[in-house]
């Protein structure tokens, strides 16, 4: 059974830092599987924040270029999310997601149950 486990997010003030994990389990591989970190803030529609394909080549929401940096552990099937910088619209609650088709693009997704990012001004 497929199963994403976020953790790592908390409440931070404006200007820190925080680090998100995700721990995946029942894969065969997350080698070459597309993984992603989304988010989504009250009354606004889940955007992808950091996607790292079946190549590990990375990809950012322009709004997080420079400040976050996506990592995956293939050893440990873990993925991570280093946020620095932290602003207050990047509160929201950060969701984990992994390409059900090794190979994938990241659009057919399993997805985690969330952790919440709150960061004050």
């Known amino acids: 059974q497929v199963r994403l486990v976020e953790s790592g997010g908390g409440s931070v003030q404006a200007g820190g830092s925080l680090r998100l994990s995700c721990a995946a389990s029942?894969?065969?591989?997350?080698?070459?599987?597309?993984m992603a970190w989304f988010r989504q803030a009250p009354g606004k529609e889940r955007e992808r924040v950091a996607r790292?394909?079946?190549?590990?080549?990375?990809t950012y929401a322009d709004s997080v270029k420079g400040r976050f940096t996506i990592s995956k552990d293939n050893a440990k099937s873990t993925l991570y999310l280093q946020m620095t910088s932290l602003k207050p619209e990047d509160t929201a609650m950060y969701y984990c997601?992994?390409?059900?088709?090794?190979?994938?693009?990241?659009?057919?997704?399993?997805w985690g149950q969330g952790t919440q990012v709150t960061v004050s001004s």
């Open positions: 997601a992994a390409d059900r088709i090794r190979g994938g693009s990241c659009d057919d997704n399993d």
């Open positions: 029942g894969y065969m591989y997350t080698r070459r599987r597309c």
């Open positions: 790292i394909d079946s190549a590990d080549i990375t």
